[in-house]
């Protein structure tokens, strides 16, 4: 059975996106990934991903609609992500309890992060244009 985990992509007013690298406490350490996480039982996907946000990063946001939803096996497990476009509401995250690192990249640079596999399909979709 698939682990239902949800991100969030979101764009400041330039047109960069949030990024979070994994700490290295987190299995896939240093990879590249957007925002989220699990859902609890009986939890919305939207629900889990505002909850998720305002855990890790102290901040709230406003979930828009479903970009990518797939699913890819990594090791034993099936993580089926579902990524979601989302608007920030109030100031930038500046730390998260999950990640060392957020940065804001622009589309045309998302390419050059070393991106966690679950990520991937939402980042080729992204991309779609600059390939």
């Given at each position: ?73 990594v090791g034993e497990s099936e993580i089926d992500l579902a990524c979601y476009s989302c608007e920030l509401i109030g100031e930038k995250p500046t730390n998260s309890t999950d ?33």
């Open positions: 059975m698939a682990i239902e985990v949800v991100a969030a992509i979101i764009q400041d007013p330039t047109g960069a996106f949030l990024c979070a690298r994994r700490g290295s406490w987190k299995d896939a350490a240093g990879k590249w990934e957007f925002p989220g996480g699990k859902l609890n039982p009986g939890e919305s996907a939207e629900t889990a991903l505002v909850r998720e946000i305002k855990e890790e990063l102290g901040v709230e946001i406003k979930v828009l609609r479903l970009f990518d939803r797939s699913v890819t096996v990640h060392s690192e957020l940065a804001w990249v622009k589309e045309s640079e998302l390419s050059k992060l070393d991106w966690a596999e679950p990520d991937l399909p939402a980042i080729k979709k992204l991309l779609i244009p600059f390939c």
